[in-house]
Nanobody, 111 residues
Framework: QVQLVESGGGLVQPGGSLRLSCAASGIFFSINDMWWYRQAPGEERELVAAVTTGGYPSYTDSVKGRFTISRDHAKNTVYLQMNSLKPEDTAVYYC?????WGQGTQVTVSS
C-alpha cells in the first residue's frame, strides 16, 4: 500500500523559511519521480516542483530561486526547502508519486 506522509508545514512570517518532508512507503522510491503540489483556498491545485529519479529538479516560475526540491533515496524521502516565503505561498502542500497523494501540510505565510 502506497503511503506518502508530509510534514514540516506551519506558520511563518514573510521572508522566512520552512522545509517540508514527504516520507514514502509502499513504492519503489528509487524509480519514481516525485512532485510537490500546492492548493490555495479557492484555487486549483498547481505543480510547484518535481524531481526525477536521477535528482534533476524543475520548478514553477513563481518559486524559482526560492524553493529547492531534493530527495534522499536512503530515507525514501523528498524535501522542499522554501526560502524567502511570501504571503502568496500560503497553501496546503501535497506530495505526489506513483499516482498517489499525501494528506497535505498547511503552510501559512503571514505577519
Amino acid at each position: 500500500q502506497v503511503q506518502l506522509v508530509e510534514s514540516g508545514g506551519g506558520l511563518v512570517q514573510p521572508g522566512g523559511s520552512l522545509r517540508l518532508s514527504c516520507a514514502a512507503s509502499g513504492i519503489f522510491f528509487s524509480i519514481n519521480d516525485m512532485w510537490w503540489y500546492r492548493q490555495a483556498p479557492g484555487e486549483e491545485r498547481e505543480l510547484v516542483a518535481a524531481v526525477t529519479t536521477g535528482g534533476y529538479p524543475s520548478y514553477t516560475d513563481s518559486v524559482k530561486g526560492r524553493f529547492t526540491i531534493s530527495r534522499d533515496h536512503a530515507k525514501n524521502t523528498v524535501y522542499l526547502q522554501m526560502n524567502s516565503l511570501k504571503p502568496e505561498d500560503t497553501a496546503v502542500y501535497y506530495c505526489a508519486a506513483a499516482g498517489k497523494w499525501g494528506q497535505g501540510t498547511q503552510v501559512t505565510v503571514s505577519s
